[in-house]
């Protein structure tokens, strides 16, 4: 399906699947590569995303990594603010999204920086916490991404039809699915997932995959985040062909090659492939 998101009232086409580039305000996520805590390292790595050939910048100010300690929501506010001031002084018409699991953070984002998407790690939340950011990103009216972390396919359907219903009933429009690799999963139930990522099409939504350098591959292989490039790449080319419309990324020129190198093979694959280009008038 051809699939769209609304980004200041322009409709972004999911027609061909797009990546997403990871830019961390963080001193801590678990791929020491991706931290970034100075404007001028944030503006570099921002121009490194783009000229690359991502179309989103993901900015993300509170590792979610296993074992860490979250930052503070002030803490989180702050670093976010450093990064989308530098980022939009620099890049203006750059797509942003926002990695967050706070509604407060959300709305800051957006109604200060002009944020154009919302990505939530909704898993450390509370209920209460969680329905707050499906009303806050309904009242802001712009796409959100919503991950699960269940452990199976089945929990993952019913967790995904539960609250797209609920988000629905907000007035919420533009959601994307994303199964959370990595969330709530032991390595193998990775993998299930990820050889059933075609069935989560029939909630007629578009999918994000995000694998990049996560333990799913580097644990497997027995290597290291920074040796995990490799694996990455293999996992993005099965995700597309299973129906994946976004790579979320910290190698984003890999990530595009990828994408690119599987569009012309797309009619001589599955069907579940069709989607990676429009079809032919």
Request: aromatic share 6%; glycine share 6%.
């Amino acid at each position: 399906m051809d699939y769209t998101l609304n980004i200041r009232g322009q409709l972004m086409s999911l027609a061909q699947p797009l990546v997403m580039g990871i830019l961390n305000a963080t001193p801590d996520s678990f791929y020491a590569n991706s931290r970034m805590q100075t404007a001028d390292e944030v503006v570099q790595r921002a121009r490194q995303i783009i000229d690359e050939g991502a179309a989103i910048i993901d900015i993300g100010a509170c590792s979610t990594r296993p074992g860490s300690a979250f930052a503070t929501q002030q803490e989180e506010t702050e670093r976010l603010r450093m990064a989308l001031s530098a980022v939009r002084r620099e890049l203006p018409d750059a797509v942003l999204s926002v990695d967050t699991f706070r509604p407060d953070v959300a709305r800051m984002a957006v109604e200060e920086y002009g944020v154009d998407i919302i990505n939530d790690v909704g898993t450390y939340g509370t209920p209460q916490e969680e329905e707050a950011m499906y009303r806050m990103v309904a009242r802001l009216n712009i796409p959100y991404i919503l991950m699960s972390s269940e452990p199976t396919l089945e929990k993952t359907l019913l967790f995904f039809a539960n609250r797209v219903q609920q988000l629905r009933d907000m007035g919420q429009k533009d959601i994307v699915l994303d199964p959370g690799f990595g969330f709530g999963k032991t390595l193998e139930q990775n993998y299930e997932l990820l050889a059933s990522l075609e069935k989560l099409l029939v909630m007629e939504l578009p999918l994000l995959v995000g694998v990049s350098r996560k333990s799913m591959i580097y644990k497997l292989l027995d290597i290291q985040p920074d040796e995990a490039l490799n694996g990455t790449t293999a996992l993005h080319a099965v995700a597309l062909m299973k129906g994946a419309s976004i790579l979320r990324v910290h190698d984003v020129r890999e990530a595009v090659e990828c994408v690119k190198l599987l569009k012309p093979l797309n009619l001589l694959l599955s069907p579940l492939t069709s989607h990676l280009s429009p079809p032919t008038p």
